[in-house]
Every structure is written in C-alpha cells, then in structure tokens.
C-alpha cells in the first residue's frame, strides 16, 4: 500500500512538471507571435507614414529655376549619407557615430565606377564635417531631425545631373596641353583654374584642386563644391559640364569669353561701360537671391568677390567657385565656422570677428562689389586700405562724383547710380541686421523699394544709412577698430 501511494505521488509529481514546461513553451511561444505581429505592424504603419511623407514632400516643393529635361536625374554617384554633422546652429552641434552608407551607380563604365569607389572608400577614414554642406536632394524640407542630446541630420542621397560628363585624365591633359602655365587663367587658396578645349571644339575652364596635405580633405572639397552645384540651376551661376578624378580632382565648366569680373574691372585698360556694369550688379543680385531662397536649401556663397563672378556671353555675370559654400537649414539662424575662411576686404564684421555665417555674410560682400564697379578700386588697394572704409564717407555724403569711376567720366545714368550707392551703403552697414535681403536688394537696385527712390529724389538729405547707425551698441568706430585688428591678424598669418 504504501509503495502503491509512493508510485502515485511520483507519477502525479512527473505530471504536473510536465504540465508546466508545456505552459511555459505555450506561453514563449504565444510571445513570440506577439511580437512578430507588433513587429509587422509597426514596419507596415512606418511604410505607409514614409509614403505620406513622400508625397507631402512632393507637394510642398518650392518654385525655383527648373530645367528643360524633367527627365530624373541618372548619376554616376549616390551617396546616402546618415548621421552627418554640421558645424553649428545658433548654439553648436556635432556628432558622436558617423555613420555612412556607400552606394555607386555608373551609367558610363565599370572604370569610372572604380574611381568613385576608391574616392567615396576614402571618405569613411575623415571626419564627416564637411560633408555639411551637401543639401538634400529631395523636396523642399525634406530632412529629418532626431533630437537627443545632440542634434543628427539625415541626408538624402546625391544624385548628379545625367548630363555631367566623367573626363578622364588623358583628356583633361589634352584639352589644356598638359595643364600649361600658358593656359592657366586663375588661381586661389584652394583650385587653378585653366582654360581648355575638348576634342569637340568646345571651349572649357577646368579647374583643379589643389593645396591640400591630406587627400581626404580634398576628396571632402571636391565632393562638397559638387553637392553644393548639383542643387544649382540659375543662368547667374557658373554651368557646371562634368568632373575627372583621375589624377586629380578636378571640376569641368563652361567657359567665360570675359573672364571674371575682377580682370576686366582691374586688370586691364578696358573700359567697362555703365550700362554693363549696372546689368552686372543686378545679375549678381538676382544670382544670390536665388541661392538663399530660390534653391531647396539656402546657400550661403562665402566667398562673393570680384574674382569669382565671371562674365558669360553679352557679359552676363556668374556666380562661381562654391568651395567655401555652405547650406543652411531652415532651423538654423547661422552657422559658427572655424577657421576663418575668405578674401579680406569682403569679409562682413560678424564673420571676421566671431565665425557667423548666414545670408547677411553674402550681402555684405556684394555690397563691397557694388562699390568695386562704382569706384572702379579694389576691395583693398595697394596700401592696404578697404574700399569700404573709403567709400563710407563719401556715400553718407552722397558724393557721387568723387565715388565715380573717373573712366566713366558723366555717361553713367545718375538715378541707377544713386540706387546702387544707397544699395551699397545698407549691404556694408556694419550690423548684420541693418543689412537688407537679398530680395528687398533686388527691388532697391530696380528702384521699386520706396527708400532708394527717396535717396535718389534728395540728393542733400542722407536718409538710408544714417537711420540705422541711431541707438547702435556697435559704432562704426568700433567697426573700424576691429577691422584693423582683423587685418593685422591677416598680415600675421
């Protein structure tokens, strides 16, 4: 009896543990398809949100210059780029885990799908930070912030237009014999630029980029000027026709039977008449208008000089060398940029002094042009000394005569001239926010802003840039104080 009750309670013993592991797999197994089910659900609720996205991006598209091919882009690069970091916001922003996603689409030859592999693979052993200036593709605000303890940008993918061509390196060298010193037709910090001609008869400006220790920082030049053009179409910015990375980086564009606007104003005898230089002023101011608010992302140029507008057929100036450019989100008020990148004399006070970038930089320099093709000097001359604190008092003067280019002698018409003097006077003012949009610059070069018709109509009164000097902290004695502090330190280096 008692082995029979002993049997018993192990059978019921063994029985009962059997009853729970058959519980306990039932219950993972019923988690499991839990999960996978949320899973399913969530990833199909993603879809169909990115599919909204998708479409509320392609409605909310901004107008802006579009070309006659509405064909899509085809490129012979793609680059999805996650995690990048851009310089800064009003505060500052970096990034702790770049991630970069790598994919090359050549419709030309497995060659040049090499090339772009060996190019692209250098890129993952850099920091990330200047690929900051590569805007999105896509539609207008179509970026992605994830908010954390710092601040991530998500970029869409890099598509060049279909019609750039990939030179290769034999026939860059013989369209400029060899890059020759003879064809070399300008040269800054960062690029030469030479003229060349294809094997098709066509007439080219190659430009090559140079100056740089480390390949990565050029590869990271070259692809950052390549992202900022791809989202460029305006007939007041430099045609961009293919690139070549054989050998060199370089960038393949349409030539200027005028060269820039720097030679012809300064560097030779030729006079260049008002009718022309009225039309390059307001060409130029159209170009910039178009890269801060016409394009999908605003453009900040950083380097608006004399030297890199160039002169197109019938002199219709061009916008050109985006090596220093930069976008700038929507969210951003400016960037804070580190080193200090430019031309002095061009440089507004903010950007000198403390690294802020925004459309305002731009304005100031464009001010500093106008003076150039009123005056017909230098943004610095000989002895060093700015244009803009030359010309300041005669414009608070209003003394249009001694401005003048005295290669002009009278035959400049006197109210275009007031307009763009005014003009001048508001886009050099030493405070950023006293400065106009390059929109209300466009409408004061035409005389349709009310205040550059006044100016014009009062030649004894000074009614533009005086008001804004009332109440300023910063005075232009300060101004000026810090600009020779600024050129010193420019000397120095």
């Not at 140079?210 to 910015?237: C, M, Q, T, V, Y």
């Not at 430099?238 to 050998?247: C, D, K, R, T, Y």
């Not at 101004?479 to 020779?484: E, F, I, V």
Request: hydrophobic share 35%; glycine share 6%.
């Amino acid at each position: 009896m008692e082995n029979r009750e002993k049997d018993r309670e192990k059978t019921e013993d063994s029985s009962h543990k059997t009853e729970t592991i058959s519980e306990k797999e039932s219950y993972e197994k019923d988690q499991e398809k839990t999960e996978n089910s949320s899973h399913k659900t969530k990833t199909n609720s993603e879809m169909e949100n990115h599919a909204k996205d998708q479409e509320e991006t392609q409605d909310s598209s901004p107008k802006t210059y579009k070309n006659t091919d509405q064909s899509s882009p085809r490129g012979v690069l793609e680059i999805p780029v996650l995690g990048l970091d851009s310089d800064s916001n009003s505060s500052s922003s970096s990034n702790r885990d770049t991630e970069t996603s790598i994919a090359i689409k050549t419709p030309t030859s497995e060659h040049h799908g090499l090339q772009w592999r060996s190019l692209v693979n250098a890129l993952k052993h850099k920091s990330m930070r200047k690929f900051s200036t590569f805007p999105p593709f896509g539609g207008k605000r179509n970026w992605v912030r994830i908010r954390d303890t710092e601040e991530k940008e998500e970029l869409p993918v890099l598509r060049p237009q279909a019609s750039w061509r990939c030179f290769d390196h034999e026939e860059l060298m013989s369209a400029t014999n060899n890059f020759s010193s003879e064809n070399l037709i300008g040269k800054g910090g960062h690029a030469e630029v030479y003229k060349g001609i294809l094997v098709d008869g066509q007439l080219v400006a190659v430009k090559r980029l140079i100056k740089r220790e480390r390949e990565d920082e050029r590869i990271g030049d070259f692809l950052s000027e390549l992202g900022i053009i791809a989202h460029i179409n305006h007939p007041n910015a430099a045609h961009l026709i293919g690139f070549g990375v054989e050998g060199g980086l370089h960038l393949v564009l349409q030539f200027s039977p005028h060269g820039s606007l720097s030679s012809v104003l300064h560097g030779t005898n030729q006079e260049l008449e008002w009718g022309i230089r009225y039309k390059i002023a307001l060409g130029i101011a159209e170009g910039l208008m178009y890269l801060h608010e016409g394009c999908h992302r605003r453009i900040i140029h950083r380097d608006i000089k004399a030297s890199n507008i160039l002169l197109a057929q019938d002199f219709q100036p061009q916008i050109s060398d985006f090596g220093l450019a930069k976008w700038l989100p929507d969210q951003w008020t400016h960037h804070v940029v580190s080193p200090i990148e430019g031309t002095f004399g061009y440089l507004a006070p903010e950007y000198f002094m403390h690294g802020i970038v925004d459309e305002k930089t731009d304005v100031f320099a464009f001010g500093v042009l106008l003076l150039e093709l009123i005056t017909g000097r230098r943004a610095v001359d000989s002895c060093l000394q700015s244009l803009v604190m030359w010309a300041k008092p005669l414009l608070d003067a209003k003394k249009m005569k001694e401005l003048a280019d005295p290669r002009l002698g009278d035959t400049y018409n006197t109210r275009q001239m007031g307009y763009i003097m005014f003009t001048a006077s508001l886009c050099v003012h030493h405070l950023a926010i006293s400065r106009p949009r390059m929109n209300q610059v466009v409408r004061l070069l035409k005389g349709k802003d009310l205040m550059a018709e006044t100016f014009v109509q009062q030649p004894k009164t000074l009614v533009g840039s005086q008001l804004f000097l009332d109440g300023d902290d910063y005075t232009s004695s300060r101004y000026l104080s810090d600009l020779n502090r600024y050129k010193q330190l420019a000397l120095e280096t």
